[in-house]
Every structure is written in structure tokens, then in C-alpha cells.
């Protein structure tokens, strides 16, 4: 389950920076995860109780915003949707697409006392 280690990987850098603004405990941590990004959420989520326990962000609210992806067909141009990573412009039907984003996998924010 590599949730866990993304989560205490988050925890680490977010302590840290915690640190070294001077703050104490941190109460929140907003993530970004995309839905490309190979990460399951519900997981992530679990994980986190456990990686922040006896730390600093113990007891720290978790928000996590699943950005969509995006694609564009190399072909046409066409902007779209798309929910893998083999998708078909709905446009010109053509297999090149270029994922743009729903990869991202980033602390937006945290919040310290």
C-alpha cells in the first residue's frame, strides 16, 4: 500500500515546514490528488490518521480535492475529460491524446497554531 507512504511523506514535509516558521501543532493539511494519479483516496485517508499520530499534525484535519483529468488530442487540438490514460478524442477519434493533468499529487495548504 504505497498510501502510507505517501501520507508519511506528507507528514514529514509538512512538520518540517512547520518547523521552520516557528508554528506548533499542525491542525490541517489541504492535498491535491489527482484522479490519473494512482492514489486511492479512501486509503490515503486512513493512512493519515496512522502517519500522523505523535506527531505534530496529530489530530489535523485532512482535505483532499480530486482534480480531474484533462487531455488534448495532439490530432485536432480538442480540449476533453478523459479517466485513463489511453483515451479517444471524442472529436476526431484519433488515440493521441496528451494527458494535461489529474496527476498532481501536492500539499496546497496546511494550517499551524
Do not use: W, Y
Not at 21 to 50: H, N, P, W, Y
Not at 74 to 90: L, W, Y
Amino acid at each position: 500500500m504505497h498510501e502510507m507512504s505517501i501520507a508519511l511523506s506528507v507528514i514529514e514535509v509538512v512538520v518540517d515546514k512547520a518547523r521552520e516558521e516557528g508554528g506548533g501543532r499542525v491542525t490541517g493539511i489541504e492535498l491535491v490528488v489527482g484522479k490519473l494519479a494512482g492514489v486511492q483516496v479512501e486509503s490515503l485517508r486512513f493512512c493519515f490518521d496512522a502517519a500522523t499520530r505523535d506527531t505534530l499534525a496529530d489530530g489535523a484535519e485532512l482535505l483532499i480535492e480530486e482534480s480531474e483529468g484533462r487531455g488534448r488530442c495532439e490530432a485536432c487540438g480538442e480540449r476533453f475529460a478523459v479517466t485513463n490514460f489511453f483515451a479517444r478524442c471524442p472529436a476526431c477519434g484519433q488515440f493521441r491524446v496528451t494527458v494535461e493533468s489529474g496527476q498532481e499529487l501536492a500539499v496546497r495548504s496546511f494550517t499551524i497554531e
